[in-house]
């Protein structure tokens, strides 16, 4: 009806301005619209034309001489203006009650609402200001913060949830073989667990190397390049030297599990137990050399009274060949182990073997980084002869497992008691995981780029 009744005012005018016609009519149609929004403010009308022209006008501020005369422009917001007058906080219920609460007069003033205007400035108001500004400032944050904290303690406990399902995979593989099998019970219970756990952390231990190899914890200076200027993570060799001591201050008291009081220790419990204290001391001594206020220690000689003195390059990197040491050592030991018959000799001699070969490489990458440290560049150096090194310990830590008693026995009397048969079985299944772990470093490295990407992406549109 609004439209049709300003359609025959115009008419009427005799102005056949259409274009000003259409301007007004899709004004008022704008007024209706945001009549029914909250979050607009609300303008009066006025009566002084042919038709209801708007005392504000929602858009630009600054005036335009092209704009039609039957235009009014928005004046500015002041305390006594119409405009300032006729302004509510409150959307009105219906646009019929806030066509007489806004209507203009000239002898006549406006009815206001019972809350005060968006302009109208009073104690009440200045102290709801107060206390909002105060709650902004002490409340709100003080909720992100701790939302913040929950949230990072969420992504920790996912993270660990996410990497040890690895573990207990590899957990329940290496307990539901035998279980199904039927190994590992009675008298055979305590070697089949001892040949299970150390195996698997030589296996581990040259998966662990391989990821290293490949750039896994670069960003903490692990992948055998420069530490990250800031970062303040132990070295690797520190990580290795403590396995090693925790390894062995557990193993010299658990080789005698089995054992009554009083029982004389046998000659393999001598042998084991001098492996355990050997990588008990020799662990410590990898962590004693590792600590940055030892080393100072060491080099005090130099250092007292001396204020010119540089360090070498190699000082940048650590070089301890403490784990590769003690490993080696237990190859070459239990390459020599005696065994009742000759195809455990031989499957000992294979697994020892390929320890310490692991161990040689290892050698030689402190070797040829100590020539030239890797303190060029941030991004992994992938020393060929790193990987040697992971598939020896890998392929020894499966063959360890496949050692146990009953396996030997069970493949003796099966007439499979052979040794490259054993050791193309060994190659095959390392090869299928490092296979996995490339893939799997490669899916996270698309995964970085393409979020690399998206960050970029946002941060040029912004």
């Known amino acids: 009806m609004g439209l049709i009744h300003r359609a025959v005012a115009f008419y009427r005018s005799g102005n056949r301005d259409w274009k000003s016609f259409f ?5 008022a149609t704008q007024e209706d619209k945001f009549e029914a929004a909250g979050r607009y403010e609300m303008v009066g009308l006025r009566d002084d034309m042919d038709h209801h022209v708007p005392v504000f006008e929602l858009g630009d501020d600054e005036e335009d001489d092209s704009r039609p005369a039957s235009r009014m422009h928005r004046p500015s917001a002041s305390r006594h203006s119409t405009g300032s007058d006729g302004t509510l906080q409150d959307t009105p219920s219906s646009s019929s009650g806030s066509a007489h609460n806004f209507q203009m007069g000239s002898d006549r003033k406006p009815k206001h609402s019972s809350r005060s205007g968006h302009f109208d400035a009073s104690e009440e108001s200045s102290e709801v200001d107060l206390a909002t500004e105060r709650w902004a400032h002490e409340v709100v944050p003080e909720k992100i913060t701790r939302a913040a904290s929950l949230r990072r303690t969420g992504e920790v406990l996912l993270t660990w949830v996410r ?6 995979a590899y957990v329940c593989v290496c307990t539901a073989i035998p279980t199904y099998v039927g190994m590992c019970r009675a008298g055979y219970i ?16 040259g998966v662990l190397t391989f990821a290293r190899y490949l750039g896994a914890y670069a960003d903490l200076g692990w992948a055998w390049n420069a530490k990250p200027a800031g970062s303040k993570a132990v070295s690797a060799e520190m990580i290795e030297c403590a396995v090693i001591f925790t390894y062995g201050i557990t193993n010299t008291w658990m080789e005698r599990f089995g054992s009554h009081k009083g029982d004389p220790y046998t000659v393999k419990q001598v042998q084991h137990i001098s492996i355990a204290v050997m990588f008990w001391f020799g662990g410590l001594s990898g962590i004693l050399l590792e600590s940055k206020r030892v080393r100072r220690l060491l080099s005090s000689v130099m250092l007292a009274g001396r204020s010119n003195v540089r360090e070498p390059s190699s000082y940048s990197f650590s070089f301890n060949p403490i784990p590769a040491l003690v490993i080696a050592i237990t190859g070459l030991a239990m390459a ?3 065994q009742d018959y000759k ?10 073997i390929l ?5 040689m490489f290892r050698f030689l990458t402190y070797f040829f980084l100590w020539l030239r440290p890797p303190t060029d560049s941030t991004l992994p150096s992938r020393p060929p002869t790193e990987m040697l090194t992971a598939f020896g310990w890998a392929a020894g830590g499966i063959v360890f497992m496949l050692s146990t008693e009953e396996i030997s026995f069970a493949a003796m009397r099966a007439g499979f008691d052979d040794m490259m048969a054993f050791l193309n079985l060994t190659v095959a299944l390392t090869c299928l995981v490092f296979c996995w772990i490339v893939v799997v470093l490669a899916v996270k490295g698309y995964a970085l780029t393409r979020v690399n990407r998206g960050v970029q992406l946002t941060d040029i549109e912004v």
């Open 23 to 27: 301007h007004d009519a899709y004004q």
């Open 355 to 359: 320890l310490a070969g692991g161990s």
């Open 163 to 168: 990497r040890t399902q690895v573990v207990i």
């Open 343 to 352: 195809f455990q000799v031989e499957i000992h001699s294979l697994w020892g």
């Open 190 to 205: 305590n070697t089949c667990a001892a040949h299970i756990i150390k195996g698997s952390i030589f296996f581990g231990y």
């Open 336 to 338: 020599a182990h005696h």
